[in-house]
């Protein structure tokens, strides 16, 4: 179980944590821009200026298999005492494969993404840091990982970091287009796993309290930079990434992969403009079950039919900037086949509908149509 820190100024627990445990070395996993423009560089050039920083930050926005690979390398080349990641996702999950392959040395870093069970060490202390009131990566023991276009899921308890630090200080100067994505990311991911089949009370607590935060905030956040909308954000995306902690994600996190990695949709844009049209069609599905677990969901919008529902989905997404089709990044429908294609079908197995090729081509197209 991770020891967390929230709240405006919790990144000073950083100074706390490195004389606890007694560190000298520590090897910092950054973004590149975001480290500086956070703010999060200069308060830990201070937090840390007596001890000893390797900085990685040379590696692509989506973590690639070379990545890792180079990482892991400067890593066990540095021999620190303590791993410090800083940024979004993408950062939070290069920082645990990082670790993970550096750990578990001799194993093929193949062998892990088809088979996490062979993970055996689990490597060095880690600090996971949140820059963007998105993925909740930090509260969640899985990594995304890209071999070529193919995106890959490792999934391992010794992924989760020990310390994790929400200081909403970090995301004020976020980029609007990039906090609306990673809230609009934030919040598919409460709602798929509210709708998971391996949802449990736990895991809907969080995605409610998580749904609730969002709906309230999001608009003065990302509009007006409200201060406290913002907090309200970063707290709502790690009850989020604690959700899916326990069920994962299902169909519109599966389906926007291959938006995000061939045509660069960022990810909570793809993931957002999926959702709706897979609440469409999983409804044709005539599934008892899903129609409970969606009235749940619709009540929890404060909305009174599916019809208003979609409204209020794709009234939060204009709100924020964010457009319901894909036109703007070159997604035509003669794409279609390509990403349907990219699907991985095991990864709708916590969808609360079974859905096929068909039916995912029929999402696609209405995506690209709307």
């Known amino acids: 179980m991770a020891i967390e820190y929230f709240g405006a100024g919790s990144l000073s627990q950083v100074r706390e944590l490195v004389e606890s445990l ?36 040379a590696f692509s926005a989506n973590p690639k298999l070379e990545d890792v690979i180079s990482g892991s390398k400067l890593l066990k080349n540095s021999s620190p005492d303590l791993i410090l990641a800083v940024g979004g996702g993408s950062v939070l999950d290069m920082a645990k494969l990082v670790n993970i392959s550096a750990a578990n040395n001799g194993i093929g870093f193949h062998d892990i993404v088809e088979n996490s069970g062979l993970i055996s060490n689990k490597g060095l202390p880690m600090v996971a840091i949140s820059t963007t009131a998105g993925s909740g990566s930090q509260a969640t023991h899985f990594a995304v990982v ?105 169909a519109p996190h599966a389906i926007s992969y291959t938006l995000t990695s061939n045509f660069g949709v960022p990810h909570g844009h793809a993931v957002a403009a999926l959702l709706i049209q897979v609440v469409l069609v999983s409804i044709e599905k005539k599934s008892d079950r899903y129609v409970k677990i969606l ?40 794409d279609t086949d390509f990403i349907v294609k990219g699907v991985n079908l095991e990864r709708l197995t916590g969808h609360p509908v079974s859905l096929n090729r068909e039916d995912l081509t029929k999402i696609v197209k209405r995506v690209l149509l709307s």
């Open 22 to 57: 007694k560190v000298q070395r520590v090897f910092l996993v950054t973004g590149k821009q975001s480290f500086s423009s956070s703010g999060a560089q200069k308060k830990l050039d201070n937090l840390l200026k007596d001890r000893q920083v390797v900085v990685f930050n």
């Open 295 to 334: 009235d749940e969901v619709i009540d929890l919008f404060g909305c009174n039919s599916l019809e208003e529902f979609e409204s209020m989905w794709k009234s939060v997404m204009s709100k924020c900037g964010l457009s319901s089709n894909m036109q703007e990044f070159g997604v035509t429908i003669e």
């Open 146 to 250: 890209y071999i070529g276009k193919c995106k890959h899921s490792v999934a391992h308890n010794y992924l989760l970091p020990d310390y994790l630090i929400v200081d909403q200080e970090l995301c004020y100067h976020t980029p609007k287009k990039i906090a609306a994505s990673s809230a609009m990311d934030a919040l598919s991911q409460a709602v798929e796993s509210y709708w998971s089949i391996y949802a449990n009370s736990e895991s809907r607590q969080y995605a409610t309290r998580a749904i609730g935060l969002i709906l309230e905030s999001i608009d003065l956040a990302i509009n007006k930079n409200d201060k406290e909308s913002i907090g309200n954000l970063s707290l709502a995306a790690h009850f989020s990434g604690k959700a899916i902690n326990i069920t994962k994600t299902t």
